[in-house]
């Protein structure tokens, strides 16, 4: 008996202490950062979920759990459409982790993802029960993740062998493909034909999808008649193969026929790619049978024109918009250049959701891509940048948010549709921990903050945020650095201070120092701009003081850089111009100048004077000369008998008579 106590109270310890620190029932957030928290229930409908600080950060030493539960006999899809949590050594995911257990507690078969998926995973639970954790450490902190999900069943009707008939009624019932919800890749080929109990109409809607999408269905192809057979009208207008990541890719997945019946097919191909299929619902409609058309997609983006009639003007508002790529889902046009600039009031911001998007995939998106830029124009900071079936969604850091198309001269593909609406419901972006993040509000008054201790050292080995945000709708943010003294390197890899573009380290950098620079930024793109002040073990200094304000004035140049600019030019000046002179003095003296005649012999009239030296100096002249140059010898310092060349323009008549006696080549010198 005592025993069977001792065992009852270590169970209870046990239990009681797996649970010191851990919230239950609350929501996870700053002050609640190791709890666990139950997700409204799993339905036939998709449901979202985002992991805190989703695309900014979320807490260091977290230990959040989210469990989802269904209606028995069903099972639950998790689709985590994209996530970025810090990788770790290999598949174990040491550091940071998002882990999906197939149950309601930690005990249950465990999967652990870590590093980036812009694509995510599917994962599915064998039960009515799933629980998703995710675990951070205390250094770096990265995005998370996002998801949906839905509760699903098997039930394909037998029609995956035989076609097969069903009847509607005003009871919801499902179809899907055999293997569903578990992945497959191999041939197969379903048919259903439904009819209305009542004599009405057939509604059918797709729940969720995950084929072979791409710029044709090939692999996989679902099709939904108007009719009993494949030769009435098609209600899905051709194929429909959405995979997880372009679901979906209308504004509306319900279809419902004009008469009593609809004919449904789904065909299969192995193509060496593992997928899920689909999910369907059905039921009857009673009442007067009308023409219904498929769903169309409307935008409020013109005509393809627009692409090369400037940048299209949208305004968001509360209701849900649409922008799409020129002619979608028709492939795109080689060569274009699109732009949409969405401006929502003063004080609300843009959130951007990617419906669809089927671009041509290339290494760095140097073919065909979407910019996303936080502002009002194309200098305005990258915040997302999509090709191939790589796409996220975004909220703006003010009221503008400016989009970018372009394509190549090559392929085209399905193109993009993106979703727009207004989001006054927000906080300050957090782009570091919330506990070591200091939020400021500049205006038109300088302000100013310093790193810590200041003017004394700072600390080692830490690293501190400030958040600066500009609420108004005009002016930029202006930093003018007045006083620093940190660790200095040329390349500032031991203590430094880093500006970006942003309220995110994913942003852009601004600016960087180190040392003694006192630099001035401005952020002209954007509400936000994030200081990081960073520092290692070893040397510690004064530090830094900063001012910063609102401005509407554009940054001048900085007098120091111009002065360096105008010395530089004048050296490199001065030194171009020693060296034409230079050169003008050496072609000058070899006589190559243009128009200055040979310094070799002159021809030339002799007179008495240049003869009268004596034949020794003459000789000493001779050294002398052939002792600077080696030149040719001329008539006057040879003592062989030399015939000169005669002058060409000289004519005979105004040569002086010459008469040439004996070995003598020189004219005869009249004496005074």
């Not at 002799?606 to 100096?617: A, E, P, Q």
């Amino acid at each position: 008996m005592k025993r069977n106590g001792l065992i009852s109270v270590i169970i209870w310890c046990f239990v009681s202490c797996s649970f010191v620190g851990r919230a239950i029932g609350q929501t996870c957030s700053e002050s609640n950062k190791r709890n666990t928290e139950a997700l409204p229930s799993a339905t036939v409908s998709l449901q979202s979920y985002s992991s805190p600080g989703w695309r900014v950060t979320y807490y260091p030493d977290m230990d959040c759990q989210w469990t989802i539960d269904a209606n028995n006999s069903y099972r639950i899809m998790v689709d985590v459409r994209e996530y970025i949590i810090e990788d770790g050594e290999g598949a174990d995911c040491v550091y940071d982790s998002l882990r999906f257990y197939d149950g309601a507690t930690t005990g249950a078969q465990v999967t652990p993802v870590c590093g980036t998926a812009r694509s995510g995973r599917m994962f599915v639970s064998s039960g009515p029960a799933a629980l998703l954790r995710l675990t951070s450490d205390y250094s770096i902190q990265q995005a998370g993740f996002t998801m949906r999900y839905i509760m699903t069943k098997t039930d394909d009707h037998g029609g995956c062998g035989t076609a097969t008939s069903l009847t509607a009624t005003s009871t919801v019932q499902y179809i899907t493909n055999k293997q569903w919800p578990d992945s497959y890749d191999e041939n197969s080929l379903c048919r259903w034909t439904i009819t209305s109990s009542s004599g009405g109409k057939v509604s059918m809607t797709i729940l969720f999808s995950d084929m072979l999408s791409g710029e044709e269905c090939f692999s996989d192809t679902l099709e939904i008649f108007d009719g009993s057979s494949r030769t009435d009208p098609s209600l899905t207008q051709g194929y429909f193969c959405d995979s997880r990541g372009t679901f979906p890719s209308r504004s509306s997945m319900t279809f419902v026929t004009s008469g009593t019946q609809a004919f449904i097919r789904f065909r299969s191909i192995a193509s060496g790619w593992r997928r899920h299929g689909f999910f369907l619902s059905f039921v009857d409609v009673q009442g007067a049978v009308t023409t219904t058309q498929a769903p169309t997609t409307t935008t409020t983006q013109p005509p393809n024109e627009v692409c090369s009639s400037g940048t299209v003007q949208l305004t968001a508002n509360n209701d849900t918009q649409l922008i799409q790529s020129p002619s979608y889902p028709i492939f795109y046009s080689p060569n274009m250049l699109c732009s949409w600039l969405i401006t929502a009031p003063t004080g609300a911001l843009i959130q951007l959701k990617v419906i669809d998007s089927y671009l041509e995939d290339t290494d760095g998106c140097v073919g065909d891509y979407v910019h996303i830029h936080d502002g009002s124009n194309a200098d305005s900071a990258v915040i997302a940048t999509y090709c191939g079936e790589i796409s996220s969604s975004v909220n703006s850091t003010s009221n503008r948010l400016y989009i970018q198309f372009r394509t190549d001269g090559s392929v085209g593909q399905r193109g993009f549709q993106l979703e727009y609406t207004v989001l006054y419901d927000y906080s300050t972006p957090s782009c570091a921990p919330p506990a070591g993040v200091t939020n400021l509000e500049a205006n038109a008054t300088a302000q100013y903050f310093e790193s810590p201790n200041y003017p004394d050292n700072y600390n080692s080995s830490s690293t501190f945020y400030w958040l600066i945000h500009n609420p108004s709708d005009t002016g930029y943010i202006r930093l003018e650095v007045e006083d620093s003294r940190i660790e200095a390197d040329p390349y500032c890899t031991y203590d430094k201070v880093t500006v970006y573009r942003g309220p995110c380290t994913t942003y852009p950098i601004l600016s960087s120092f180190c040392g003694v620079e006192k630099p001035t930024v401005t952020q002209y793109t954007g509400s936000y701009v994030l200081v990081v002040f960073t520092t290692d073990a070893t040397a510690d200094f004064r530090g830094f003081r900063i001012k910063y304000y609102v401005t509407t004035e554009v940054e001048k140049t900085s007098t120091f850089w111009r002065d360096v600019a105008l010395i530089a030019g004048a050296t490199i000046a001065g030194i171009a111009a020693v060296a034409i002179i230079v050169g003008l003095a050496v072609a000058a003296k070899k006589g190559k100048l243009p128009g200055m005649k040979s310094s070799g012999p002159k021809k030339r009239r002799l007179s008495v004077s240049s003869l009268s030296s004596s034949s020794s100096s003459s000789d000493e002249s001779d050294k002398e000369s052939s002792n600077k140059r080696k030149r040719p010898k001329t008539a006057l310092r040879s003592k062989t008998k030399v015939r000169l060349p005669p002058v060409k323009s000289a004519k005979v008549e105004t040569l002086p008579k010459v008469s040439i006696k004996g070995q003598s080549k020189l004219p005869p010198i009249a004496k005074k």
